[in-house]
Nanobody
Framework: QVLLVESGGGLAQPGGSLRLSCAAS????????MTWARQVPGKGLEWVSS????????SYADSVKGRFTISRDNYQNILFLQMNRLQPDDTALYYC???????????RGQGTQVTVSS
């Protein structure tokens, strides 16, 4: 059974930083690409970033490119998202998802809330 547990969210000021983590279990983590996505109330799930299974390839949404960095630890089965220069528009519930972005059926955790406000 796939289990994904996100953590690290919270309140940050504009321009600040947060580091999200996602602890994965129930599957062979190193065999899967992984994704971060986010959602605000009333809107659909938005892709943020993905990383290939061995971390050799990363991709980012234009809205976060140059500010966010995705990484993974395939020994401890953890996915990370380093978020710098946060903006109020980054406020959302952030999810990690097994595999490439799949807003309909991709397995994801319960999410961690990120709020950017002064």
């Amino acid at each position: 059974q796939v289990l994904l547990v996100e953590s690290g969210g919270g309140l940050a000021q504009p321009g600040g930083s947060l580091r999200l983590s996602c602890a994965a279990s129930g599957f062979t983590f190193r065999d899967y690409p992984m994704t971060w996505a986010r959602q605000v109330p009333g809107k659909g799930l938005e892709w943020v970033s993905s990383v290939a299974s061995l971390g050799e390839l990363t991709s980012y949404a234009d809205s976060v490119k140059g500010r966010f960095t995705i990484s993974r630890d395939n020994y401890q089965n953890i996915l990370f998202l380093q978020m710098n220069r946060l903006q109020p528009d980054d406020t959302a519930l952030y999810y990690c998802q097994q595999g490439w972005f799949d807003p309909e059926t991709g397995s994801r955790g319960q999410g961690t809330q990120v709020t950017v406000s002064s």
